[in-house]
């Protein structure tokens, strides 16, 4: 699995997050577990490869935000209490 992180500017509200998020899910179709928070100023999701990051910041600044940045890690999930 891959997490994928993208920074963001211009998120102001919950309603905010659930566009940034509906407009993740458009744009990255196979992606999981999509959040987003105003406080960080961030949005994540999980895919099973990475993203096409030029067509995901260009569906982000298509909805008036900005994307500042968008990294890519490989992500093991974790089991109870941080085991794996």
Same mark, same amino acid.
């Given at each position: 699995?891959?997490? %994928?992180? +993208? @920074?963001?500017? &211009? ?21 999981? #577990? ?5 406080? @960080? ?5 999980? %895919? !099973?490869?990475?993203? !096409?990051? &030029?067509? +995901? @910041?260009?569906?982000? !600044? ?14 093991? #999930? #974790? ?6």
């Amino acid at each position: 699995m891959i997490k %994928t992180t +993208l @920074k963001i500017e &211009g998120m102001m509200c919950s309603m905010c997050e659930a566009h940034i998020c509906e407009t993740i899910r458009k744009a990255v179709p196979e992606a999981k #577990k999509v959040t987003a928070s105003r406080g @960080k100023g961030e949005a994540s999701f999980l %895919t !099973d490869s990475a993203p !096409d990051a &030029g067509r +995901l @910041k260009a569906a982000i !600044d298509g909805t008036g935000y900005s994307c500042l940045g968008i990294a890519s890690e490989p992500y093991e #999930k #974790k089991g109870w209490f941080g085991r794996k």
